[in-house]
Every structure is written in structure tokens, then in C-alpha cells.
């Protein structure tokens, strides 16, 4: 059997561990949840915004 590099499988399981924990929060206070999906929307949007405004700055 073939030993893995933790930090490897960490990585991988790093996003399931998230999600599962994720949906635990969800069921448990569902307007929190809702909150934090749309805080990081809000951030994934205006950081989107940013380095596209950036990006059109250092291109001209």
C-alpha cells in the first residue's frame, strides 16, 4: 500500500470537509447561511470588478 503525502489529502478533502460543514450550518441557521452566500457573492462580485477595472488600467 502506497503512503500519501498529508498534505495532499488534506487539500483534497479540505472542500468536502467544507461543504458538509457548510450544510450542517444551513440546516442550522438557514438566514446566517444565507447571509454568508450572499456576503460572498457580494465580495466574488466586487473583487470581479476590481480586477477587471484594474486590468483595464494597467492595459491602457
Avoid: C, H
Avoid at 468536502?16 to 444565507?34: E, H, K, N, Q, R
Wanted: charged share 10%.
Amino acid at each position: 500500500m502506497q503512503q500519501m503525502q498529508p498534505a495532499k489529502s488534506v487539500g483534497r478533502f479540505l472542500p468536502t470537509l467544507f461543504v458538509i460543514g457548510f450544510v450542517i450550518y444551513l440546516f442550522t441557521d438557514p438566514a446566517g447561511a444565507a447571509a454568508a452566500v450572499k456576503w460572498a457573492y457580494e465580495a466574488v462580485v466586487t473583487g470581479g470588478q476590481q480586477i477587471a477595472a484594474f486590468i483595464k488600467a494597467f492595459a491602457n
